[in-house]
């Protein structure tokens, strides 16, 4: 039962231009969400954040967008750069401040 | 310095035997974690502790248990190992799982082969 999803398994993009990482889910009573990056080898590494009761957060390059009635959630990543290259987790909280993780999507930005 | 570090980092052993993974953390925070990444690549939480008190247990045989002498401390035997164990193990640590503003720090991961 896959209440985070990433459908997407891969992603690329040119240098410069946006990167729009995707993820739903279904578990109305997350309340936390967050996004990981992780390169290979090396553990995930936290990126952003967001409360249920915002729909937008921004942090330098990132921005996450949260649309609570489509269960759906977005990391914008603006200007892509080549080192942000790496697979992305896209992550909610449930309940006993338990992280349920999506499957990640590999991000891969061309020079 | 390594904020969470764990040890080995690459751990092959035979089937039916025991081992151990270290995590410790110099990060001063209150909860530590440990997640595997199965061949799928889903991360999925097994324990969370709280100042060394258990507060997450998800549905992990029985083979693996976790200790934690003190807080910063939070390490993982397993007993009689399966071929099914084979897998990749993050430990974590967050301040305090309520504010989740920082996220967790993960450890780089030790990669358990079962063969």
């Known amino acids: 039962d896959q209440q985070v999803k990433q459908n997407s398994p891969s992603l690329s993009v040119q240098e410069g231009r946006i990167s729009i990482l995707n993820c739903d889910y279904t578990?109305?009573?997350?309340?936390?969400f967050l996004w990981y990056k992780k390169y290979p080898a090396e553990g995930p590494t936290f990126l952003i954040s967001i409360s249920s009761i915002k729909d937008k957060n921004e942090d330098g390059r990132f921005t996450v967008f949260l649309n609570k009635s489509a269960k759906h959630l977005s990391l914008h990543i603006v200007p892509s750069q080549p080192g942000d290259s790496a697979v992305y987790f896209c992550a909610a909280r449930g309940s006993n401040y338990k992280l349920t993780f999506g499957k990640g999507t590999l991000l891969t930005v061309n020079p | 310095d390594t904020a969470v570090s764990q040890t080995p980092k690459y751990l092959v052993t035979q089937m039916g035997n025991d081992k151990s993974i270290k995590c410790e953390q110099n990060?001063?925070?209150?909860?530590m974690y440990w997640y595997k990444q199965d061949s799928k690549k889903f991360l999925k939480i097994m324990f969370s502790?709280?100042?060394?008190?258990?507060?997450i247990n998800e549905t992990v045989p029985n083979r693996f248990s976790p200790k934690s002498p003190d807080k910063a401390h939070l390490n993982l035997h397993i007993n009689s190992l399966e071929l099914g164990d084979s897998a990749v193990y993050f430990c974590?640590?967050?301040?305090?799982?309520?504010?989740?503003?920082?996220?967790?720090?993960f450890g780089s991961g030790t990669r358990l082969t079962v063969v």
């Open positions: 990060l001063g925070h209150d909860t």
């Open positions: 502790y709280n100042n060394k008190e258990l507060i």
């Open positions: 578990n109305s009573m997350f309340d936390y």
């Open positions: 974590a640590s967050s301040q305090d799982p309520g504010r989740l503003i920082y996220g967790y720090t």
